[in-house]
Each structure stands twice: as C-alpha cells, then as structure tokens.
C-alpha cells in the first residue's frame, strides 16, 4: 500500500531553537497533505491542511506563524515549529491524500515526536 | 460540531478473547465512518470503513456496523492474536475532507 514518510522521528530541541519536520508521500503523487497534533490520551488534532503550491489553510487556534507549513510539491510537504517552547511538545502526525475520482484515501506517517527542553 | 467519543483504553485481553471497542459519534448529516489502526512504530493504517446506515465494514477479522439509531460504530472481533496489539482510532467524516477522530484505545493481547 501507499507509504508516508516522516523525518525525524524524534527530536529533542532548546526551548526558542527552530525545528523542521519532513513528509513524504513515497509512491503517490499527494495533492491535499494535513499536519496533526496528538496530546497524550487525545484525540488526533488537526492542525492544517496544505495543498501543493498554494498556502496552508489553519484551523482554528492555530497560529500560522508559529506552525510554517510548507508544501512545495507533490511528494513533499514541511512543518517548521518555531521559536519552540516546552508546550509545543507533542506528536505531530502528517497525513497525505492520494488517489481521484472520489476515491482518494488518507495515508498516514508514523508520527514525530517532538520535546523542547 | 462534529465529535467521536470512543471507549477509553488500555484494553487486555488473552489471545482468542472476543473484543469489542465502543465507538458513538455525533455528526451533521450522514458521515462516513472509519477504524484506523496504529501499530507499534507506524502510521495509523485505515482499518475498515463503512459509508451509509447499516453497511458492515469488515477486514483482517475485524467488523463493524454502522448504526444510524444509536449512532454507533463498535468494532468487534471474533478472536484477537498477539498481533493486533496496536491503537485502534474511530473517525467519522462529514462532508467536508476533514477526518475527525476519537481519542484512540490502546488494545494489549497476551498469550
């Protein structure tokens, strides 16, 4: 089946340092990718939804400027935590879309899990 | 606005025990209904779905119903294997592209 990459895995950064994470779609061209957020015994929060090329659309509570997502092509897309504090510890999931003609799946990335010390 | 309310974990059991993982979902409309399952180290996987009132969705041993009058999607197997030790995701969605997801219940078999 269709695979989502996440690079790194786990990170341990300072607090107020920049940390950028990486999803890829390996073998499906991902036109719609979404960034979550998943707290300890929470549910999976949706954080944005990027398609390629154009700017990421924010949920709300999100702040954009906090969460740079980029979505430079079809296979790639990056969320850049900055100015990381403590509180933006967390598991952050990507997810791209893949497939058409209504029958696009969701593909899921293992996940990365961020501390800031 | 759209919610899934799933039972909270850990769940245990000894392999072959029957498992049943309660899923209630409030939603606007008429949502598709999904399991996903997270194995140890991996991206959550699309278990089974189920798209209108009464459809059975069925994988890998794994069913569910989708039930418009109590608006439950429970996911039930008949006999679990050490193997399906993993985090078991409800989601609905609604119209738009947006998966909304319960909270996950972790389901631990032991031999």
């Known amino acids: 089946g269709a695979v989502v990459s996440q690079h790194p895995s786990r990170v341990i950064c300072k607090s107020g340092t920049s940390v950028k994470i990486e999803c890829r779609s390996l073998?499906?061209?991902?036109?719609?990718m979404f960034w979550y957020r998943q707290f300890p015994k929470k549910s999976l929060m949706l954080m944005a939804t990027?398609?390629?090329?154009?700017?990421?659309?924010?949920e709300q509570g999100v702040e954009k400027d906090k969460f740079l997502i980029n979505h430079a092509s079809l296979t790639l897309s990056t969320l850049t935590v900055t100015s990381a504090h403590p509180e933006d510890s967390s598991f952050y999931i990507c997810?791209?879309?893949?497939?058409?003609?209504?029958?696009?799946?969701?593909?899921f990335g293992p996940g990365t899990r961020l501390l800031v010390l | 606005g759209d919610s899934v309310t799933q039972m909270e974990g850990p769940v245990t059991l000894s392999e072959e025990a029957f498992l049943t993982i309660n899923c209630t979902y409030t939603?606007?409309?008429?949502?598709?209904l999904f399991w996903y399952v997270q194995y140890p180290g991996e991206g959550l996987q699309l278990l089974l779905k189920?798209?209108?009132?009464?459809d059975k969705g069925s994988n890998k041993g794994f069913e569910a119903t989708y039930r418009k009058e109590t608006t439950s999607f429970h996911l039930e197997k008949g006999s679990v294997q050490v193997s399906d030790s993993a985090v078991y995701f409800c989601?609905?969605?609604?119209?738009?592209?947006?998966?909304?997801f319960g909270k996950g219940t972790k389901l631990s078999v032991i031999p």
């Open positions: 939603a606007t409309g008429y949502p598709s």
């Open positions: 189920a798209t209108k009132a009464d």
């Open positions: 990027s398609n390629e090329g154009s700017k990421a659309t924010y």
């Open positions: 989601a609905l969605k609604a119209g738009s592209y947006q998966l909304t």
């Open positions: 997810s791209a879309r893949g497939g058409s003609g209504g029958q696009e799946t969701q593909y």
């Open positions: 073998d499906f061209q991902a036109t719609t």
